[in-house]
Antibody, heavy 120, light 110 residues
Framework: QVQLVESGGGVVQPGRSLRLSCTAS????????MHWVRQAPGKGLEWVAV????????FYADSVKGRFTISRDNSKNTLYLQMSSLRVEDTAVYYC?????????????WGQGTLVTVSS | QTVVTQEPAFSVSPGGTVTLTCGLR?????????PTWFQQSPGQAPRTLIY???IRSSGVTDRFSGSILGNKAALTITGAQADDESNYYC??????????FGGGTKVTVL
């Protein structure tokens, strides 16, 4: 079955960096756009970033532009989110989310999320 | 900046029907915005209920349906059950790969 498993979360100090990973299985990863979505404690969902199926293009929310980098390794069925210059307001559960296959779509599958806590 | 609006909360009686809406602070929602609805129970990851306005995700009961009502996207829950008590979020595609979520609607069944 389709599965997305995030890892790499943890506690980090403001200004430091962290890299999240998402390993996909049960579907042809190379065919799908992939997203990161986050949710701060007690708050709603916030879309973070997307990468095209072939890595040819990437887009970011204004709140993370210039600080976060989304990437993928299709040979490893893995999605990444490199987070730099972390701020307290980046504290959230980060979800890996499958996008569309030659279509506009968000949420074909969701991971269980990984918690990132930015605190001194 | 695109702002997506949702009702903060709704209450529905067991067996009843409720319609949640998803609008834009400036403008109308259409199918070209690919309205998508998500359900999230406490402590759980979200799951996708409806995508592309009115297509149910695999395994989603037909008690959930999506539509465009006037200038908003809508999610209708019929025959409400206790386990429908959740937060419901809508997402809209705003172009160039970007999506924006609404603030969510907390649905209580009582």
């Amino acid at each position: 079955q389709v599965q997305l498993v995030e890892s790499g979360g943890g506690v980090v100090q403001p200004g430091r960096s962290l890299r999240l990973s998402c390993t996909a299985s049960g579907f042809n990863f190379v065919n799908y756009d992939m997203h990161w979505v986050r949710q701060a404690p007690g708050k709603g969902l916030e879309w973070v970033a997307v990468i095209w199926y072939d890595g040819s293009d990437k887009f970011y929310a204004d709140s993370v532009k210039g600080r976060f980098t989304i990437s993928r390794d299709n040979s490893k069925n893995t999605l990444y989110l490199q987070m730099s210059s972390l701020r307290v307001e980046d504290t959230a559960v980060y979800y890996c989310v499958r996008g569309g296959y030659t279509s506009v779509r968000l949420g074909g599958a969701w991971g269980q999320g990984t918690l990132v806590t930015v605190s001194s | 900046q695109t702002v997506v609006t949702q009702e903060p909360a709704f209450s529905v009686s067991p067996g009843g029907t409720v319609t949640l809406t998803c609008g834009l602070r400036s403008g109308s929602v259409s199918s070209s915005d690919y309205p998508t609805w998500f359900q999230q129970s406490p402590g759980q990851a979200p799951r996708t209920l409806i995508y592309n306005t009115n297509i149910r995700s695999s395994g989603v009961t037909d008690r959930f349906s999506g539509s465009i009502l006037g200038n908003k996207a809508a999610l209708t829950i019929t025959g409400a059950q206790a386990d429908d008590e959740s937060n419901y979020y809508c997402g809209l595609y705003v172009g160039r790969g970007l999506w924006v979520f609404g603030g969510g609607t907390k649905v209580t069944v009582l």
